[in-house]
């Protein structure tokens, strides 16, 4: 079965970095375009970055362009997000994802919260 596996959250100071990681297993990863999305409290779920199944293309919301770097190592099945410049308004649950066309299926690991703030 589809298992995403996050982790690398944490509190951080305005201004501070993290990376986050989400372990895939469960299907062939190097086939698939995957994503990351955040919930902060009280809003909707947002897209905030993807890549291509190869890793040579990436897409961002526009908030965290130049701030955020989404990679991927197929060979570890593992999709990262690089956290830079942290900034309160990025305080959510950060998940990973991803889509399956051809069953029109999402799948979601379980989340890991991103606090920042001094």
């Known amino acids: 079965q589809v298992q995403l596996v996050e982790s690398g959250g944490g509190l951080v100071q305005p201004g501070g970095s993290l990376r986050l990681s989400c372990a895939a297993s469960g299907f062939t990863f190097s086939n698939y375009a995957m994503s990351w999305y955040r919930r902060a409290p009280g809003k909707e779920r947002e897209l905030v970055a993807s890549?291509?199944?190869?890793?040579?293309?990436?897409n961002y919301r526009e908030s965290v362009k130049g701030r955020f770097t989404i990679s991927r190592d197929n060979a570890k099945n593992t999709v990262y997000l690089q956290m830079n410049s942290l900034k309160p308004e990025d305080t959510a649950v950060y998940y990973c994802?991803?889509?399956?066309?051809?069953?029109?299926?999402?799948?979601w690991g379980q989340g890991t919260q991103v606090t920042v703030s001094s």
């Open positions: 890549i291509s199944s190869a890793g040579g293309s990436t």
């Open positions: 994802n991803v889509f399956w066309r051809m069953t029109m299926t999402n799948y």
